[in-house]
């Protein structure tokens, strides 16, 4: 490939749900999007591999990027969910405390919920949370009403249908192997069965788990801006039979996650995962004795769990910014505002919740384009757009 390439208005890399959610705000906005995506449909990795909860915002630190796309996106996505009968349950979930000391950690997610701005929480005791789920073992819980579950593939197809109405194009099978940052934007080197070169006058990169990969690829990036990539592998186990659960129900978070937790999907069938591995690279291969450790963990709030009841799901891989043992993160929506460079909007780490967030952050990275490191854009901010509201819904 020589030469400049075709001149495009905005290229969008990386057909995930904030990725597609993006495409869908630019062009709706009226900005020429393509989305260029690596493989051969979208959402296939981080988007589609996770537990498909709605997120209410309980964990996440006030003030925080994270804490506030999930309580305005939450907002959003239910009001998004509806208006495109896309498959979705306000369904609840239980944060459970199995021992005293546990409480401790329940009394410090509630407080650390009413200074995100999230205050529905509801505390129970062991009578009322026997009351509601018989098979659980707890001395007492956080109900969050808010909570949901949802078809994240049909989130996607909606996604992508609103994008492609308002002019988008998506092009699968179109990995960017390279580019260069310039005075006037960006230009992309695709590849795949019909290689070109894309000069654009906006880029945002959402390439979730390899968006580092590629920022690392673009000529003149400077390396500094370049954040090391770190996976957090989680496997899922199906349990067979019926569930005996009606609500979701999550232990007190652990390190890198939020523990084997209990998820339902729209069919009432129940799966605990994720656990969390610290892998090198990204594969989905899924160790079927790793679910031999699930039966401890589950038993300490069910302890009624049969003994060869959980079956290999699936794996997923979440993108970090840290390592094991490494301090609390924010997502990054890194604009030219900080990196210097026309026109690039990079999204490092965005994993959970960044589905529930995933129209919150489309308008951030809307603001950050418009803004074009004119101004310090303060990212924490919600202007207009899907997410404007922050109420709990």
């Known amino acids: 490939m020589t030469g400049a390439g075709e001149r495009v208005d905005c290229v969008v890399?990386?057909?995930?749900?904030?990725?597609?959610?993006?495409?869908?705000?630019?062009?709706?906005?009226?900005?020429?999007?393509?989305?260029?995506?690596?493989?051969?449909?979208?959402?296939?990795?981080?988007?589609?591999?996770?537990?498909?909860?709605?997120?209410?915002?309980?964990?996440?630190?006030?003030?925080?990027?994270?804490?506030?796309?999930?309580?305005?996106?939450?907002a959003a996505l239910y009001r998004f969910l509806a208006d495109h009968d896309v498959g979705h349950r306000r369904i609840g979930k239980l944060v459970v405390a199995t021992d005293d000391g546990e409480c401790e950690r329940l009394t410090a997610i509630r407080a650390n919920s009413l200074a995100s701005g999230m205050p529905d929480l509801e505390w129970w005791d062991g009578a009322r949370v026997a009351a509601a789920e018989p098979a659980l073992t707890a001395v007492a819980a956080l109900w969050s009403p808010t909570t949901g579950i949802v078809d994240s593939h049909g989130l996607m197809l909606a996604l992508a249908g609103e994008a492609e109405a308002a002019g988008a194009w998506l092009a699968m099978a179109a990995p960017?192997?390279?580019?260069?940052?310039?005075?006037?934007?960006?230009?992309?080197?695709?590849?795949?069965?019909?290689?070109?070169?894309?000069?654009?006058?906006?880029?945002?990169?959402?390439?979730?788990?390899?968006?580092?990969?590629?920022?690392?690829?673009?000529?003149?990036?400077?390396?500094?801006?370049?954040?090391?990539?770190?996976?957090?592998?989680?496997?899922?186990?199906?349990?067979?039979?019926?569930?005996?659960?009606d609500h979701l129900i999550y232990p007190v978070p652990i390190d890198g996650g939020l523990g084997v937790h209990v998820t339902l999907d729209l069919g009432g069938q129940a799966r605990f995962g994720p656990d969390v591995e610290w892998v090198d690279g990204v594969d989905y291969d899924l160790d079927p004795t790793r679910g031999d450790r699930f039966y401890a963990s589950v038993r300490r709030y069910w302890p009624d769990l049969p003994d060869g009841s959980l079956s290999p799901g699936y794996t997923g891989v979440r993108p970090k910014l840290v390592g094991p043992g490494g301090p609390w993160t924010d997502f990054r929506i890194d604009g030219p505002g900080r990196h210097g460079c026309p026109g690039l909007v990079n999204l490092f780490g965005i994993e959970s919740p960044g589905l529930t967030g995933c129209l919150a952050l489309a308008d951030l990275v809307a603001a950050e384009l418009a803004a074009g490191g004119q101004d310090d854009t303060d990212v924490r901010t919600f202007p207009g757009g899907d997410a404007s509201t922050t109420d709990a819904a």
């Not at 009226?30 to 709605?54: K, M, Q």
């Not at 989680?234 to 067979?240: A, D, M, T």
């Open 176 to 245: 960017v192997t390279g580019g260069r940052v310039g005075e006037d934007g960006v230009t992309l080197d695709v590849g795949g069965a019909e290689p070109m070169r894309l000069a654009a006058r906006s880029v945002v990169n959402a390439a979730g788990l390899t968006a580092p990969a590629l920022a690392g690829r673009l000529d003149g990036f400077p390396a500094a801006e370049v954040p090391k990539a770190y996976y957090a592998k989680g496997s899922y186990f199906v349990l067979s039979g019926r569930s005996p659960f």
């Open 13 to 74: 890399v990386g057909a995930g749900v904030v990725g597609l959610a993006v495409a869908r705000r630019l062009a709706r906005a009226g900005r020429e999007v393509i989305v260029l995506e690596a493989a051969d449909h979208f959402g296939t990795e981080t988007s589609s591999r996770n537990s498909e909860v709605i997120h209410a915002g309980l964990y996440y630190r006030p003030g925080s990027l994270k804490a506030r796309a999930c309580i305005a996106g939450k």
